[in-house]
């Protein structure tokens, strides 16, 4: 438990350190602010939840690379990440797909926690149903944040590239929302047996 525990504490100050940095002279202060708050936020919830209900290390490890991918495109901004860049100039890209990379993550982190959090919460068992709900439950979340952006940009007059990094595309959103829903089906389809083991090391019920 308490080796389990150094593991958090570490996850947590990695995440304190990267936060730190990506709020160095970023790209737009503005936009660093608004984009840096999902990661704020989650970790934050996380944190605040710790004692009551402790996730496996698998989801704080997964959590962690969520929130990095979050705070490198605060600090860039979704469309001047540098190397996407130069990636876009390399193979002649039409666009900087840092941005396709935040959506994945928007779906494979949040499955791994909704499924731990039905299945040792009690609300669901395993079964065809969980991953149709797990799925759905990402894929909705994905939908939600494209409202929230849409509406964060049109409230505060703010550039629609420096929120939403549509970059000329018109399908951008439709493009995000397959990612966030690609990512979550390789989450539970792919990782799940992992992540089961993962559990049944917290738990000892599975």
């Known amino acids: 438990m308490k080796r389990e525990r150094n593991i958090h504490i570490g996850l947590l100050l990695a995440f304190l350190a990267v936060f730190i940095w990506s709020g160095i002279l970023p790209y737009n202060r503005q936009a660093w602010v608004l984009l840096s708050l999902p990661a704020i936020i989650i970790v934050s ?10 996730f496996s290390t698998m989801v704080y490890v997964i959590v962690l690379f ?25 193979f002649n890209l039409k666009r900087n797909y840092y941005d396709r990379v935040g959506h994945f993550a928007q779906g494979f982190a949040p499955a791994f926690i909704t499924k731990e959090l039905l ?17 759905s439950m990402c894929l909705g979340f994905s939908g939600a944040y494209e409202l929230i952006e849409f509406a964060t940009a049109k409230v505060l007059g703010m550039p629609v590239e420096y929120i939403m990094g549509i970059q000329g595309d018109y399908f951008d959103s439709v493009w995000d929302m397959f990612y966030a829903l690609v990512g979550a089906s390789i ?11 993962c559990m049944a090391k917290k738990t000892n019920k599975y």
């Open 45 to 54: 919830v996380l944190a605040l939840t710790y004692r009551k209900f402790t």
């Open 66 to 90: 969520h929130v990095v991918v979050l705070l490198v495109g605060a600090h860039y901004t979704y469309t001047k990440n540098p190397l996407f860049d130069l990636l876009m100039e390399e």
């Open 119 to 135: 299945i040792r919460g009690g609300y669901i068992k395993r079964g065809k149903m969980m991953y149709l709900i797990v799925i």
């Open 187 to 197: 989450s539970v389809f792919v990782f799940g047996p992992l992540h089961d083991r």
